[in-house]
């Protein structure tokens, strides 16, 4: 949905109104952070005003937003915020005007329960950064449930700067209902408190049209079109850049719009990438460049040709731009390379000497670490990893031969990135809880 409401801020009212309370039926969520605003979205049983009360501490809510009319489908951008502080927030009109919402209690209205989040600092400061990857995410089962568990485990009291779905977020068709069982009741304590950036999948497709930008998909997320989070403006909501701190996050539609060349996609991609000036550059889209799963990349009419696209067109600009990592799912599995550049045939092309830059395993407690040049730099190499497995594996068994993985397997689970100044730490824990990969990139 384009952040086109009028946006409100007022002091609240003095007097006392008393206003029947809306259930909140989906919500409230994070999106589109930036280091001074946050567009907090939440759905109610009945058309109301839209109002968001909020603070830097808990028991003092002392600003509101609001957007104009009434509406179900609330969207209300906070604005004028600091950058990397914790605000509290609650969603709808408060009890009484002037009253701060009720405290997070667990007898609480999930209207009234007083949230937070934290700003993204300002871009380009240096600062830990913990992100969360989910591929293929959507089946509203208890794998599903179990690789979240297992991360919510992991993670503590660590909290989740910020998470990314990897497209296939709401099986089948990516519905309004199917969003509401497969997201929305799933992560609703990650959705309150930390920003989703979502990549459009084949079966989100179902139900959305990136050329109108029109359906679930577009009509669920709020997205930059303005390079308003940071990075080029690529004008759809299909495919955009963010920065957080000193990452700058590319998220590309593999699925429904032109792949070509000479395509609009392909013109903002280059422009993104000759503009950003950010230490880490973390790409993500559905289809993956290569992959032995669930699909086969070397098939140039699986998935209607998109793994070829993505390989033949696109992965040779993200190199020539110093991609760090290129993250992707469709592929229910979990598929993690080697430092690699300049493959952009199919795997039988694949040649270790050539385009392996580094052949040790990424791990500080192995054969050691990646370690790239302290400034960016055309064709360093980047590491690819499929983790489309965060609401299943592959029932049957599947070939996990593709040369330029270090490490495939056929396991649910998902991915968290550690990004702390110059260090880059991954790691993906299984539906199990166990932790079956890991890497370092270190810039020096
Ligand atoms: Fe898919």
Known sequence: MKLTHVLLAAPLLASAILFAAPTVIRGPYL????????????RTDTTETSVVTYGTARNELKSNA?????????????????????????????PFAGTPARDDDDDAPAGARVNSFVTPPEAGTSKPTRV????????????????????????????????LLLGDN?????????????????????????PVWPAMGNHDAGSATSLTQSGVFFDVFTLPTMGQAGGMMSGTEAYYAFDYANIHFICLDSHDTDRSETGAMMQWLKADLA?????????????????????????????????????QNFLPVLEAGGVDLVLTGHSHVYERSFLIDGHYGKSETFNAAAHVKQKVDGRADGTGVYRKPRTRAPHLGEISVVTGSAG??????????????????????????????????????????????WFTIVKE
């Open 275 to 311: 503009a950003t000036k950010r230490d880490w550059i973390v790409a993500f889209f559905h289809h993956p460049t290569y992959t032995k799963g669930t699909h086969n990349s070397d098939s140039d009419t699986d998935s209607g040709g998109r793994m070829k696209d993505m390989r």
């Open 392 to 437: 299943h594996a592959s029932a049957k068994p599947v070939p996990l031969n593709h040369p330029v993985f270090f490490l495939s397997l056929n396991e649910a689970g998902s991915s968290v990135i550690d990004v702390d100044g110059l260090k880059l730490e991954f790691t993906f824990i299984n539906d199990k809880g166990e932790k079956r990969d």
């Open 170 to 194: 709401a099986y089948p068709h990516g519905t309004d209902a199917e969003h509401q069982r497969a997201i929305f009741d799933i992560y609703p304590e990650t959705l309150r408190s930390s």
């Open 31 to 42: 999106q589109l952070a930036t280091p001074t605003s946050m567009v907090v979205r939440w």
């Open 66 to 94: 609001k957007s104009a009319g009434t509406t179900a489908d609330h969207v209300v951008q906070l604005s004028k915020l600091q950058p990397n502080t914790r605000y509290y927030y609650a969603v709808g009109p408060v």
């Open 132 to 163: 969360w990857v989910l591929g293929d995410p959507g089946t509203a089962n208890n794998v599903q449930r179990a690789v979240r568990d297992h991360y919510y485990t992991f993670t503590g009291t660590r909290g989740t700067d910020l998470w």
